[in-house]
């Protein structure tokens, strides 16, 4: 028998949020920082939203 996974819908909820507060902010990903900085616009997304920046450079 399989195992199933079970995600959250308040998790998928926030992810789905972030997404949209991500690009509609112009996150881009080009590079690997500005991946790193997008997954984190997305995990953070009520910075952002609050007119908040964020950005990893290395």
Not at 12 to 35: C, M, N, P
């Amino acid at each position: 028998m399989r195992a199933r996974v079970q995600v959250p819908i308040v998790a998928l909820i926030w992810l789905v949020v972030g997404i949209i507060v991500a690009l509609s902010k112009s996150y881009e990903v080009h590079t690997g920082s500005q991946l790193v900085t997008f997954v984190l616009a997305v995990t953070l997304w009520p910075i952002p939203l609050l007119g908040g920046t964020m950005t990893v450079q290395f």
